[in-house]
């Protein structure tokens, strides 16, 4: 293998680290946004015509692993637009949201971020993450997995989907 070459491989390393470091970056970020109640902020993040979809797992057979997480048009925690994402923080805002009065105490742990696809406008990323809340007297754990198409520029866009 030629210098030249060599440099070339490594010049590419450099950038996919480097990419990585900024995709994990912006989850990091984004986990902050939602742990410090920045609800304001963390939307922002949002193109126009996302769609946040979070669907429920459901524990399956081997046979039927392919049914283990609900899809589009099925039940779901959440199944939003940009728009009604905005409704529920301006809710939340609003002191009528007794359900979070006093609000949770939440901390996201982000973990095994890979980027799947590289298309130079938008990447998709797969990752797992927690999210530990405390409220009152009431703790719970929920661990997610899940995959999204993100801009470079740090923009989520739509299909926002585990």
Do not use: C
């Not at 109640?37 to 692993?65: C, G, Q, V």
Request: hydrophobic share 35%; aromatic share 10%.
């Amino acid at each position: 293998m030629s210098n030249e070459v060599k440099s070339v491989l490594q010049e590419d390393r450099v950038a996919a680290m480097l990419l990585h470091y900024e995709v994990e970056r912006f989850y990091y970020d984004e986990a902050a946004l939602l742990d410090s109640h920045r609800y304001e902020e963390w939307l922002a993040l949002f193109s126009d015509d996302a769609h946040y979809f979070m669907p429920i797992r459901r524990t399956r057979m081997l046979r039927e692993l392919d049914k283990e997480f609900t899809r589009p048009g099925e039940m779901a925690f959440f199944d939003d637009t940009k728009t009604l994402l905005a409704g529920r923080i301006k809710k939340l805002r609003s002191g009528r949201s007794w359900a979070e009065d006093p609000p949770s105490r939440t901390r996201h742990l982000i973990t095994n971020v890979r980027i799947l696809k590289d298309d130079s406008r938008t990447l998709e990323v797969e990752s797992n993450f927690h999210l530990y809340r405390t409220r009152l007297n009431s703790r719970e754990l929920l661990d997610r997995f899940a995959t999204r198409r993100v801009a470079p520029s740090g923009r989520i866009f739509p299909d926002r989907r585990p």
